[in-house]
């Protein structure tokens, strides 16, 4: 049996891979490894690699047709979880999901410029404690077609702001 000893590397299509770079590199905190070209750039986060690549043919955020099902950025803790949601909201980015108890702890989802859904979550070292009608047990599907059909019958939906560099 292989043994395998994490992830590595995540790489995502996206329609503009400056603007995505702005999203990463200056809301999140990624940092640019290199650039190959205009359509490829190599961001890190710590030692993890993150690739953007421009997609061959376009998507639409709401669409999510070529994207990854989610991702995930884990938190120290419940109080970051929350500090995390408030400092993306001041920067422009709209929050699919306020933060909430789910299985693995207080989580809440955005979606990056290309309708790529993130989700920012403690984790738990003491297994679940909650009460099960106090968790969101949506899946990440779930949570975008529910707020796709908010936007839907809402208002404009809001779009994630490019950084200011």
Do not use: C, W
């Amino acid at each position: 049996m292989m043994k395998l000893t994490g992830i590595n590397q995540i790489t995502l299509r996206v329609n503009d891979v400056r603007l995505s770079e702005e999203f990463y590199v200056g809301i999140l905190g990624f940092r640019v490894d290199h650039r190959a070209g205009a359509n490829i750039t190599y961001l890190r986060l710590n030692s993890d690699l993150f690739v953007l690549v421009k997609a061959e043919t376009p998507g639409t955020a709401d669409a999510r047709d070529i994207r990854v099902d989610h991702f995930g950025f884990r938190l120290a803790s419940d109080a970051e979880v929350r500090e995390a949601a408030v400092y993306l909201e001041d920067r422009g980015v709209h929050l699919v999901t306020r933060p909430a108890h789910r299985r693995e702890g207080l989580a809440f989802f955005v979606m990056d410029p290309d309708g790529n859904l993130i989700e920012f979550y403690s984790m738990r070292s003491d297994g679940l404690h909650s009460e099960p009608e106090t968790l969101d047990t949506r899946t990440s599907s779930q949570i975008a077609a529910d707020t796709r059909k908010k936007e839907a019958v809402g208002a404009e939906p809001k779009k994630p702001r490019r950084s200011r560099k």
